[in-house]
DNA sequence: ATCCTCCTGTAGACCTTCTAGAGGAGAGCC
DNA sequence: GGCTCTCCTCTAGAAGGTCTACAGGAGGAT
């Protein structure tokens, strides 16, 4: 099954960007590439959805971007984590898992 | 912690009504309490997110609606699942599984 | 030259949730 | 009778993220 990525989740997808740069500095296009292929295709981020996020967490100061020259030989937008992106990830992840485990409890209901 | 409803997650809240309704049928008023005595606090819906919700639902034709009286002696709309909508059900808890494990999937990168 | 892939970007629509209200009606108390 | 509290439903408009559907530049291969 794939899921689109307002499927299921809003938010998410800037915890999702936010921990694959974390892991290490990639270009946009890089980006959901590799979340595609961890998440063996289950993710796909489209383009409508992936560049305003990226946008949206440069503005907001969780991520510094500069351009350079990707494995290709294209120009390409490399992004990195700034330290209130990093401790904003670690709050989102928490509230990740204390959100997954209260819906678990609702699904099993007897 | 306390999440709000937008907190995390979109289109979840669907599920989260559906999956109350199965087990018991309910008031709304009702299934906003009993989502937050399971989740122990951490899921607080608010009014003008509920009602939309079972309205949209309903109008889906996943629940169907009348009016009755509560335990308090009060006017109340209970809520029951419908067929379709407990096929939707279904397929929508089938894809919080698949998403999850594929957003542990990404959270876990080395 | 031409085409394909890589890579970034935007406008407008759509949908869900939030904020911030309104209001009716039963129950308990003075 | 009047007052207040809780129960219970409901809505309008705003806010915010994602989708659809584009545009476009530039390198590499044929």
């Given at each position: 099954m794939?899921?689109?990525?307002?499927d299921?989740?809003?938010?998410?997808?800037d915890?999702?960007i936010?921990?694959?740069?974390?892991?290490?500095?990639?270009?946009?296009?890089?980006i959901?590439?590799?979340?595609?292929?961890v998440?063996?295709?289950?993710?796909q981020?489209?383009q409508?959805?992936?560049?305003?996020?990226?946008?949206?967490?440069?503005d907001k100061?969780?991520l510094e971007?500069?351009?350079?020259?990707?494995?290709?030989?294209?120009?390409?937008k490399f992004?990195?984590?700034?330290?209130?992106?990093?401790?904003y990830?670690?709050?989102?992840?928490?509230?990740?898992?204390i959100?997954?485990q209260?819906?678990?409890q609702?699904?099993?209901?007897a």
């Amino acid at each position: 099954m794939v899921l689109q990525t307002s499927d299921l989740f809003l938010g998410t997808l800037d915890m999702l960007i936010l921990r694959t740069v974390r892991a290490e500095h990639m270009h946009g296009w890089g980006i959901a590439q590799r979340i595609q292929l961890v998440s063996k295709d289950v993710l796909q981020l489209n383009q409508g959805s992936l560049y305003p996020a990226l946008h949206r967490l440069r503005d907001k100061g969780l991520l510094e971007a500069k351009w350079g020259v990707s494995e290709n030989n294209r120009r390409a937008k490399f992004y990195r984590l700034t330290d209130r992106g990093r401790e904003y990830l670690g709050h989102e992840t928490e509230k990740w898992r204390i959100f997954t485990q209260a819906v678990e409890q609702i699904l099993q209901l007897a």
